[in-house]
């Protein structure tokens, strides 16, 4: 159950609230009179507060009062242009949102159903957070996974040593390469591998790219369009907006009578582009290219038998990962897969080997994304001590790589 309250004098935003359907909005211009009305009277009743941005420092005073007293309350404010530095305040005070003065009834209607859809996860009480789904790792599983970690360690002890002199003397540079991953309930942890590429290999990536891609657009006219959308949404890198979705603040998503508009500190930017931009830069996170000349001498042969993936046998020992499991994720790809069809993918142990793997490469390799993730899903809702041993089994005769990228 969620009420509407609107704190602020402005007559034209008061007007407005009066239209949302469905919802009786309740108005007040004192804090501690908004406090009083957001006063639960039933269990896991919720309020969405409109905040109209006023004075910063009567507004700091508003909004911590109100969070303080308060813990059931999504708090929106309502204002223009805000400086980085302001926004900061705004947000350590305890704003979860903002959203236009000026914003249209459809919008502001909007907010509020797509804040009432998620009740349960957006408002922080104790009764929301035990409905959370979290995978917990059967203590068999957990178990074999320390035996088995700790026993191949030990036994591949001068594999380890040996790999990791022979990347020393072939190139400088760090031994084991770390990238993010995002594994169970997903959460994401350092991936370790031994390094196989040169250290500058991100920048021979952009310079090989355009001529060594075996997938690279062809078509000029869509490179300039790309190029073009590029410079609409460049200030979107991918860490400014990881955090602003970490934080839990849609920053300003004005939604119009026809167009989504994304509002930033320093942006303004159409949904459609904003996806359309997106998908642009997943795709080209996967860039193959044959006999890459950025991988090392010692690298291509690692890859090949596989030695590279052996230190993620400590992401194991140190529970990060399974044995057997479904593959941890790039932050980039799990993105994409946070929608509901997809969060079983993640109710599962994160492996070093898994079900698609095996099954792939019973294909040749030629598995769609989308049957990878089903796999994933698959395996998710049936593992078990004999479909482990029996993935375990299959890994060992199908570890050596046999394309050559």
């Known amino acids: 159950m969620i009420g509407v309250v609107y704190l602020g004098n402005n007559p034209k935003t008061q007007e407005k609230l009066k239209y949302i359907p469905g919802q009786m909005v309740r108005i007040t211009n004192a804090y501690k009179d908004t406090a009083q009305l957001c006063t639960p009277h039933v269990r896991n009743e919720h309020f969405i507060v409109f905040y109209e941005r006023s004075v910063r420092n009567e507004d700091i005073t508003a909004i911590t009062y109100l969070r303080k007293k308060c813990h059931n309350v999504y708090i929106i404010l309502l204002t223009n242009a805000m400086t980085p530095k302001e ?18 009834v459809t919008a502001l209607n909007k907010k509020i159903q797509f804040i009432s859809d998620r009740e349960n996860i957006l408002f922080d009480d104790e009764s929301s957070k035990h409905k959370i789904l979290k995978f917990k790792i059967p203590l068999w599983k957990r178990l074999f996974d320390i035996i088995f970690s700790s026993i191949a360690i030990i036994l591949l002890s001068p594999v380890f040593i040996l790999t990791a002199i022979a990347i020393r003397l072939e190139s400088k540079g760090p031994i084991l390469f770390k990238s993010k991953r995002v594994g169970t309930n997903y959460t994401v942890f350092n991936f370790l591998k031994f390094r196989s590429m040169y250290a500058d290999a991100e920048r021979r990536l952009k310079e090989l790219s355009k001529d060594h891609n075996q997938y690279a657009e062809k078509d000029t006219d869509q490179k300039e369009e790309a190029d073009k959308q590029k410079s609409i949404t460049a200030p979107l890198g991918d860490e400014a907006e990881q955090e602003m979705l970490t934080m839990g603040m849609e920053s ?102 898994g079900l698609w793997q095996v099954e792939e490469r019973g294909k040749g390799g030629n598995m769609s994304a989308e049957e990878r993730k089903q796999l994933d899903i698959t395996y998710g809702q049936t593992y078990n001590f004999m479909l482990d041993m029996k993935i375990i089994f299959r890994t060992l005769f199908a570890f050596i790589q046999k394309e050559n990228v």
């Open 87 to 104: 926004r900061d305040i705004y947000m350590k005070c305890g704003i979860n949102d903002t959203i236009e003065c000026d914003a249209s």
């Open 252 to 353: 300003g998503m004005m939604i119009g009578d026809e167009e989504v508009m994304l509002i930033g500190d320093n942006y303004v930017v159409a949904e459609s582009e904003f996806n359309k931009k997106r998908e642009e830069e997943n795709n080209n996170a996967f860039v193959k290219i044959e006999n890459d000349p950025r991988i090392t001498k010692v690298g291509r042969f690692i890859r090949k038998y596989s030695i590279d993936e052996l230190p993620q046998l400590f992401n194991i020992l140190r529970g990060d990962m399974s044995i057997v499991g479904n593959r941890p994720l790039p932050l980039y790809e799990a993105e994409k897969l946070t929608v509901d069809t997809s969060i079983d993918r993640f109710m599962a142990p994160a492996g070093l080997t």
